[in-house]
T-cell receptor, first 114, second 112 residues
Framework: DAGITQSPRHKVTETGTPVTLRCHQT?????MYWYRQDPGHGLRLIHY???????DKGEVSDGYSVSRSKTEDFLLTLESATSSQTSVYFC?????????????FGPGTRLLVL | EDQVTQSPEALRLQEGESSSLNCSYT??????LFWYRQDPGKGPEFLFT???AGEEKEKERLKATLTKKESFLHITAPKPEDSATYLC?????????????FGQGTTLQVKP
């Protein structure tokens, strides 16, 4: 258990509304990641953070923004949700293990955009 | 382009019937290959990391092996509780941010 929580766990929203998902970790990990998981696409990286206020884009970042003002929290914002953003969103942290950084995942947030 | 392909997409086994899952990868230098297990409605759970060709790791009924082009997850005498989706991911040597590239997964069903 890497001490990762995600909130909310489930959300239904309407097209055009802003949505913020929260990832919280309790063990002071430097690296945090946001992925989305869709049938036929597997897990794809949206954004990641390598420290407070240090973030960068992943492979599917369009329509998403992130913020990390504290080590323990990494927020993912959909500025104006679209139906194509209906997905399951996973947060991950990276922890050193055997000389390698291993990613551990949170429980996920199911988002439905109507 | 870095890429990971898993096969088969789905696998149904009888309890006790051993088999293997395949993960083929192309990456510009491999830093690590990761296997995860994912149960329905949950996040991926870390199983193994493999770093170099010839390496093997074992955990209970699972054994992961690595060559220069692919990895296998061998399941020996599986039980119904081994039913899950198994995900493979690679990290390129050029990555200094831990970025992982995932395959689409193999969904395993083990029937009693």
């Amino acid at each position: 258990d890497a001490g990762i929580t995600q909130s909310p766990r489930h959300k239904v929203t309407e097209t055009g509304t802003p949505v913020t998902l929260r990832c919280h970790q309790t063990e002071n990990h430097r690296y945090m990641y946001w992925y989305r998981q869709d049938p036929g696409h597997g897990l794809r990286l949206i954004h990641y953070s390598y420290g407070v206020k240090d973030t960068d884009k992943g492979e599917v970042s369009d329509g998403y923004s992130v913020s990390r003002s504290k080590t323990e929290d990494f927020l993912l914002t959909l500025e104006s949700a679209t139906s194509s953003q209906t997905s399951v969103y996973f947060c991950a942290i990276s922890e050193p293990r055997g000389g390698q950084e291993t990613q551990y995942f949170g429980p996920g947030t199911r988002l439905l955009v109507l | 382009e870095d890429q990971v392909t898993q096969s088969p997409e789905a696998l149904r086994l009888q309890e006790g019937e051993s088999s293997s899952l395949n993960c083929s990868y192309t990456v510009s230098g491999l830093r690590g290959l990761f296997w995860y297990r994912q149960d329905p409605g949950k996040g991926p759970e870390f199983l193994f990391t493999l770093y170099s060709a010839g390496e093997e790791k074992e955990k209970e009924r699972l054994k992961a092996t690595l060559t220069k082009k692919e990895s296998f997850l061998h399941i020996t005498a599986p039980k119904p509780e081994d039913s899950a989706t198994y995900l493979c991911a690679v990290q390129a040597a050029s990555s200094n941010t831990g970025k992982l590239i995932f395959g689409q997964g193999t969904t395993l069903q083990v029937k009693p």
